[in-house]
């Protein structure tokens, strides 16, 4: 089997970071996205490359009156209310004003429109599995208001991303009854391993950010026989890799976070390896043009990988269809 190059995408838009950011400070940075996704769609054509678009299901509504229909019957109850959605809702509005941050239906759609382009879920509103006062039923329904969601689109989801990379191994069997074939879980190092909100402390960050430039973790990419078929849960698919957006404080942290991941895509091909790469696309909508320039690099070596190795693409459902 030859190697295989994976990218899944954490589509949020305000949804992901409600609890944390303004989002009026953060109009251009949404509006440069949506722009910006077209251009991303072209470019993955352009190189054959299969994309697994984790969408918040708060997206797929072109409105409030549509996103109250969808949303899920039954609601988080969270130890901390902050990081309830619907809570926030209550107290914020959701009005034409603010459209840009919070639905997207003809993004869905042109996704959609592009071959190798797979629409999953990032939860209908953006569930987090490892806070206080989880609950697999609420979970469960929160799939279910997803899934309704893409049915607009004609699209059955079975590719799941958690919000926050909150995997929960608890909550697979949801997963799967609801559909889902396919999880991205987290890279195999500790800095990595799923934590709520409030745990995750500055030595994890620092970790995390050092292994962006120079080795700190292990071996990233992995054989396709080590993906394990469990019975009754969706396949495991572990992240790779964060591609961490360019900033203009960081030229030469920018060139060695970039060779990083392009010798990591070189090992992987070569020895018939998996590697997953993943981001949220909002990361482009700050430095719009430098972060789409370092993509086509990527995407570049992706392609002499293909060329010199036979490496594929897979978008998450790919797997399912091969493995299960």
């Not at 990419?221 to 961490?244: G, H, N, T």
Request: glycine share 4%; with cysteine.
């Amino acid at each position: 089997m030859n190697g295989i190059f994976t990218i899944s995408l954490d589509l949020e838009l305000h949804w992901g970071v409600f609890d944390k950011r303004d989002r009026q400070n953060r109009e251009a940075w949404y509006k440069n996205t949506l722009q910006l996704i077209p251009l991303m769609l072209q470019l993955f054509a352009k190189y054959n490359v299969h994309v697994t678009w984790a969408a918040v299901g708060g997206l797929f509504a072109k409105d409030e009156a549509e996103w109250k229909e969808l949303k899920p019957s039954i609601e988080p109850q969270y130890a901390n209310k902050k990081y309830s959605t619907y809570d926030w809702v209550k107290q914020n509005s959701l009005g034409s004003d603010y459209r840009w941050a919070h639905f997207a239906p003809e993004t869905i759609q042109a996704i959609l429109e592009y071959p190798g382009q797979e629409l999953g879920t990032h939860t209908f509103g953006h569930y987090y599995c490892m806070e206080d006062g989880k609950n697999p039923e609420a979970f469960k329904e929160d799939l279910i208001a997803a899934k309704r969601a893409a049915l607009r689109f004609n699209k059955n989801l079975i590719s799941l991303v958690f919000p926050r990379n909150q995997f929960n191994s608890n909550f697979l069997k949801s997963c799967y009854e609801v559909g889902i074939r396919t999880v991205r879980s987290n890279p195999a190092n500790w800095f990595w391993t799923p934590v709520a909100d409030g745990d995750s402390t500055f030595l994890r960050k620092i970790f995390r950010t050092g292994d962006v430039f120079v080795p700190i973790a292990e071996h990233t990419s992995y054989p396709l026989s080590k993906i394990r078929v469990i019975a009754d849960e969706p396949l495991q698919l572990a992240a790779s890799r964060l591609f961490r957006a360019w900033h203009p404080n960081f030229a030469y942290g920018n060139k060695l976070r970039l060779h990083r991941i392009i010798k990591e895509l070189q090992t992987a091909a070569a020895a018939n390896e998996c590697y997953h790469l993943w981001w949220h696309p909002e990361n482009f909508g700050n430095y719009p043009k430098e972060n789409m320039a370092d993509l086509q690099i990527i995407l570049e070596e992706y392609k002499k990988c293909s060329n010199k190795y036979g490496m594929d693409s897979w978008n998450m459902a790919e797997y399912a269809a091969h493995l299960l």
